[in-house]
């Protein structure tokens, strides 16, 4: 497991109030790191300070742009073009917008030996898990469509529905603080 890689770009202060070629990382991290931040009380504060506004109201959606990110790979910046190595962990996503509780039950209890760590939504509609997987590749496209295939796959293994977002080589993920 190549959880200590410092392969991940920290966004400390979210990663769309600047344009990308100008928009540098914080600094790189590794998953260990990754998962204390996700624990720490200053996520926390910064979550429940988001939840004090009504969902997708102007308030709210200005404040999770400014919510701790990373990329799963590690770029100079905000760019394709900036793309630097890549990370072999990546993340996947279910949630019971496509799923049942019961189901998303089943598969957290399937997936757990298969996995580097799985998290439970604070909000309770899903969970995310990590597994470890090469694409060797910079291109987004072919990047995509490696991440889609290995989602199909656990699809059809487990009878679950993922959310294919965090497949894009630099699509943002958004901390969840984790107790």
């Known amino acids: ?37 996700m624990s720490s009380k200053d996520l926390k504060e910064k979550i429940d300070d988001l939840q004090q506004y009504k969902y997708k109201s102007f308030k709210y959606t200005y404040k999770k742009k400014t919510l701790p990110v990373v990329l799963f790979n590690k770029f100079r910046c905000n760019l394709n073009s900036g793309f630097i190595k890549e990370n072999p962990i990546k993340p996947f996503d279910v949630d019971f917008s496509d799923n049942t509780k019961e189901e998303i039950k089943r598969f957290e209890k399937d997936i757990q030996k298969d996995c580097i760590k799985v998290i439970k939504s604070p909000s309770g509609k899903g969970l995310k898990f990590f597994k470890e997987y090469l694409f060797k590749t910079n291109d987004p496209y072919e990047y995509f469509e490696k991440y889609k295939q290995i989602c199909r796959g656990l699809e059809k293994k487990h009878n679950i529905k993922l959310d294919y977002t965090q497949g894009r080589i630099k699509q943002p993920f958004f901390l969840t603080y984790i107790k």
């Not at 769309?16 to 590794?30: C, V, W």
Request: charged letters at 25%.
């Open 1 to 37: 497991m190549k959880t200590t890689m410092k392969t991940l770009s920290y966004y400390s202060k979210g990663i769309m109030l600047k344009k990308g070629a100008e928009n540098f990382p914080t600094k790189y991290i590794d998953f260990n790191e990754l998962i204390d931040l």
